[in-house]
């Protein structure tokens, strides 16, 4: 009982956090989403030490465990685009898997070359 | 049917369904059967064949997703704790992220027009590898449409997740920090649950690269989707 009542403390607490964000977002115009500002600030709090991990990973953990359910409902919208898949599907193939193994190489031989060249320089030192 | 009957049977199913295909997919490991891609589809043919359409089940999606926000702002958290492994190489690991959600972004874009799809489906594709809370959010920015930037980004992270660790290998890419970070930058969550079974390492390089390329392509979106879609 007492792990629940700190949990839904804790869910309140990152609502809070996405309160505030979106409003300011939306208060000043700013050209990012909220809930992105909202994560920037809880880290900003916890390097900062104000908010402790500890305060958190209760109410965090079971949101970010089932964070895909969230996806469902929001993708059962493609109900909606049925037609334009039935016709236009067959285009989105390429687009789709070619950026995707761009982003696997691309990302893993940058990443190999540059750790491999900073460790050398490190071993000339 | 009482419209709020009507709602409390689509949560319901929406629940169960998520629980059963979760379950699948803990059991058989294969990113095919993830809980996304099955209980859609399900809930898609259960309505098509009930005649429930998508504006009914509207007021039972906004509850269900009430807690979206606080939940992506919890994201923050396992960044936290991972902080550490940033530091073992910051400015390749920066640089590598960065560079490899423009150059996926910029290459699904460019060739969706190519293709000739029109600029809602371009904009909706440029999100693709971002996690699928934020592509969200950056396709509402943009010009896209959050359903279909869902399905971009599941059919992202489930192609990922089936050929990225023995693409990686064919590549000679062993390298554990690259690995993680390839995965994370092209597949988000799902690439994150895949290459975490190949260490611990390269799990949380993932999950880094996951965070930093939402907060990165969510600075950057605003105007260089809108650009580049027009181009």
Redesign the interface.
């Given at each position: 009982m007492q792990n629940l009542l700190k949990t839904v403390g804790q869910?309140f607490l990152?609502?809070l956090?996405?309160f505030i964000?979106?409003w300011t977002v939306e208060f000043f115009h700013l050209?990012?989403?909220?809930?992105?500002l909202?994560?920037?600030?809880?880290?900003a709090l916890?390097?900062g030490g104000i908010i402790k991990?500890q305060w958190?990973?209760l109410?965090?953990n079971p949101?970010?465990k089932?964070?895909?359910?969230?996806?469902?409902?929001?993708?059962?919208?493609?109900?909606?685009?049925g037609e334009?898949f039935t016709q236009?599907g067959h285009?989105?193939f390429?687009?789709?898997?070619?950026?995707?193994?761009?982003?696997?190489?691309?990302?893993?031989?940058?990443?190999?070359l540059?750790?491999?060249s900073?460790k050398k320089e490190g071993g000339a030192n | 049917m009482p419209a709020a009957m009507l709602i409390f049977l689509t949560i319901l199913l929406t629940v169960i369904l998520y629980l059963m295909s979760r379950k699948i997919f803990l059991h058989t490991k294969n990113p095919i059967f993830n809980p996304v891609l099955l209980s859609t589809t399900v809930i898609i043919i259960v309505f098509h064949y009930t005649g429930i359409t998508f504006d009914q089940y509207k007021p039972g999606k906004d509850i269900m997703t009430f807690l979206l926000g606080p939940a992506t702002v919890a994201l923050a958290l396992p960044l936290y704790l991972n902080r550490g492994v940033l530091l073992q190489a910051l400015f390749p690991i920066l640089f590598g992220i960065c560079f490899g959600a423009l150059a996926t972004l910029t290459t699904a874009v460019l060739l969706a027009k190519l293709s000739g799809l029109d600029a809602l489906i371009v904009a909706s594709i440029a999100p693709k590898s971002i996690t699928a809370p934020i592509a969200i959010e950056i396709s509402r920015l943009t010009g896209g449409d959050p359903a279909i930037a869902v399905a971009f980004v599941v059919f992202t992270g489930t192609l990922g997740s089936i050929i990225g660790p023995s693409l990686l290998s064919s590549c000679k890419i062993t390298n554990p920090i690259a690995r993680g970070l390839a995965m994370g930058v092209t597949s988000h969550g799902q690439g994150t649950a895949t290459i975490l079974q190949e260490g611990a390492l390269q799990g949380a390089m993932a999950g880094v690269a996951m965070a930093v390329a939402a907060i990165f392509i969510s600075f950057i979106a605003p105007l260089y989707i809108p650009w580049l879609v027009n181009l």
């Open positions: 869910i990152l609502w956090i996405y964000s979106t050209p990012i989403p909220g809930s992105v909202g994560m920037l600030l809880l880290f916890l390097s991990e958190l990973a109410g965090a949101l970010l089932h964070l895909s359910f969230f996806f469902i409902p929001i993708a059962v919208g493609l109900m909606e685009w334009l236009k285009l989105l390429l687009p789709l898997v070619i950026s995707a193994l761009v982003a696997l190489i691309a990302t893993g031989i940058v990443v190999q540059l750790t491999k900073c | -």
